[in-house]
T-cell receptor, first 113, second 115 residues
């Protein structure tokens, strides 16, 4: 049972445009949501997070939006740069279930120059 | 360099064998988490240790076991290996016993190939 789903395995965007990566979840007990970025041959690195009590968090070019009623999370990257090309994972923390992170399957973002 | 060290980086072994993956957490971190990433899939949580004690268990096979030592490094033991165990194994660490809004810090992984 995949509780965190990233339905788009890949996304291609032109440099300078907006990249929107989506994530859906099923578990209402998730209270923290995080995005990680992963380059080849490296481990995932933390990018940005949001608490379930908020609907938006911004950090430079990266903004995460949370729509709890739709159980949907999105990451916006504006403007996109070629160095943003990587696999992006969304993750969620479950309250009272060990509090570990559950990850989605990832979306490969390609930013074309 | 994330500060989380995983060795070896690559491992090729035959079916039925046993291997040990090692992880040294970032300095000051007490929690160690093990995740498995099979071919182009998400990261599946295996097990967590906090300050030497098992804290949480995910979908870890009985053939797999782990432990965290007094110096806080951790080892993941995989035995009776099958072809399907071929995957990237990531270790992550954190200060707290639970995930926070700062997430975990991941190592660069061990790529296990079972032939």
């Amino acid at each position: 049972d995949q509780q965190v789903k990233q339905n788009s395995p890949s996304l291609s965007v032109q440099e300078g445009r907006i990249s929107i990566l989506n994530c859906d979840y099923t578990n209402s007990m998730f209270d923290y949501f995080l995005w990680y970025k992963k380059y080849p041959a490296e481990g995932p690195t933390f990018l940005i997070s949001i608490s379930s009590i908020k609907d938006k968090n911004e950090d430079g070019r990266f903004t995460v939006f949370l729509n709890k009623s739709a159980k949907h999370l999105s990451l916006h990257i504006v403007p996109s740069q070629p160095g943003d090309s990587a696999v992006y994972f969304c993750a969620a923390r479950t309250v009272n279930a060990g509090n570990m992170l559950t990850f989605g399957g990832g979306t490969r973002l390609m930013v074309k120059p | 360099d994330s500060g989380v060290t995983q060795t070896p980086k690559h491992l090729i072994t035959a079916t039925g064998q046993r291997v040990t993956l090692r992880c040294s957490p970032r300095s000051g971190d007490l929690s160690v988490y093990w995740y498995q990433q099979s071919l182009d899939q998400g990261l599946q949580f295996l097990i967590q240790y906090y300050n030497g004690e098992e804290r949480a268990k995910g979908n870890i096979l009985e053939r797999f076991s782990a432990q965290q030592f007094p110096d806080l490094h951790s080892e993941l033991n995989l035995s009776s290996l099958e072809l399907g165990d071929s995957a990237l194994y990531f270790c992550a660490s954190s200060v707290e016993s639970h995930a926070t809004l700062d997430g975990y810090t991941f190592g660069s992984g061990t790529r296990l190939t079972v032939v």
